[in-house]
């Protein structure tokens, strides 16, 4: 009796534990672009803060980041069925955009001055409330630990040629 309580005692704390620390999200949405807008192939990024999500937006209208976007196959053909685009992360696929997504990482690669979208994105997070903590800067990646309240993500920017990679990662 005593090895099942505290079998028990030991899987509500580990819950607890796990429940904690993916309090965190990241997510990517596009669902504000028009996608079938003609010539409408290129739109900007912003990021937002909704609760424990940092979100990163694709958008026509420009936001904090001076930053771009551009999607392979956009605009998409106007037979192409509205009911794919429903989902955040659908126009990324069906639009070609350069943005890699999973349940705790986004990745997008923009296009722009590499270091002032860097500093405007340090910027627009201080702005979001976000504690930005340098982990690395030396060389083309640089990386910062955040946070706010319990909730911690990880942000690296990589230079690019034509701009840089923008790397979030929820813990």
Known sequence: MTHIRTLVLSLVAFTLVLGTAVAAGVAFDARSFDAYLEDNDEGYV?????????????????????????????????D?????????????LYGGLPVETSTTTVL????????VIHDALLARL????????????????????????????????????DGGVIHLQAF
Do not use: C, Q
């Open 126 to 161: 201080n702005t979001l409330g976000v504690t930005v903590e340098p982990e690395h800067l030396a060389g083309p990646i640089r990386s910062y630990d955040l946070s706010d309240g319990d909730a911690s993500w990880r942000l690296a920017f990589t230079d690019t040629a």
């Open 80 to 92: 192409f069925d509205e009911f794919r685009l429903l989902r955040d992360t659908a126009l990324a």
């Open 108 to 115: 997008v690669e923009v296009d722009g001055d590499a270091d």
């Open 46 to 78: 912003d990021i937002v803060k909704v609760g424990d999500v940092l979100t990163v937006i694709f958008d026509e209208e420009m936001g904090s980041l001076p930053a771009t976007m551009e999607g392979a196959t956009l605009p998409v053909d106007e």
